[in-house]
């Protein structure tokens, strides 16, 4: 069985510092997704990965991935307040008729002034 | 840009009634999901389908649920005699192909008294 974890589940950090978000995933998968999520609204498809190596940017956040050691990471830059939100990772598994994500418990991200 | 469409956004049903939840999918998608998300944790996996038919299913999703395609473009899921812990905010998602990006709907929140 697939399980995905991150950490940390809660960070408030100070605008303008750097973080680091980890999310770890158990079984090989081909691809790996990064969500954001504001308070009771859907999920926004920040980033996929898709191989060894893949690192994606937009913004301030910049996504990696690293399947050989299963792990992926989203880096926050010089955060802003308007980052704060909830952060979902979530791995693909397929199979022939289609596939379904895993996603991990979620890292709340408060940016403070 | 196309969207996954989901109806109603908030329901509100007394328990053991029936709920019908509508998605649109994105109109060339072939994959479609339904994920839940029970109030302050993570997105769970529920079903997926494919060819008019459920390819895979969790172990959350009982005889209770089921799915149905009824035309070619509306995507349900029903849950046939709710209870109080299937509250929860309940995603859709279309994917064109196994390996590309699901997108999600806005979710449709279920209130069960």
């Known amino acids: 069985e697939l399980k995905v974890e991150q950490n940390p589940l809660f960070l408030s950090m100070q605008e303008g510092k750097n973080y680091t978000i980890y999310c770890n995933y158990s079984t090989t998968s081909d691809r790996l997704y990064w969500y954001r999520q504001d308070p009771g609204k859907s999920l926004e498809s920040l980033f996929v990965l898709l191989s060894n190596g893949a690192v994606k940017q937009e913004g301030r956040l910049m996504a990696s991935l690293d399947t050989k050691a299963r792990l992926s990471t989203l880096h926050i830059t010089a955060a802003v307040h308007d980052l704060s939100a909830t952060y979902f990772c979530a791995v693909g598994a397929t199979g022939a008729s289609g596939s379904r994500l895993t996603f991990g418990e979620g890292t709340q991200l408060t940016v403070n002034p | 840009e196309p969207e996954v469409t989901q109806t109603p956004s908030h329901q509100v049903t007394q328990m053991g009634q029936e709920v019908i939840l509508r998605c649109v999918p994105i109109s060339n998608h072939l994959y479609f999901y339904w994920y839940r998300q029970i109030l302050g944790q993570k997105v769970e996996f529920l079903v997926s389908f494919y060819n008019n038919e459920i390819s895979e299913k969790s172990e959350i999703f009982d005889d209770q649920f089921s799915v149905e395609r009824p035309d070619g473009s509306n995507f349900t899921l029903k849950i046939r005699s709710t209870k109080l812990e299937d509250s929860a905010m309940y995603f859709c998602?279309?994917?064109?192909?196994?390996?590309?990006?699901?997108?999600f709907g806005a979710g449709t929140r279920l209130s069960v008294l």
């Open positions: 998602a279309s994917g064109e192909g196994v390996l590309g990006r699901e997108s």
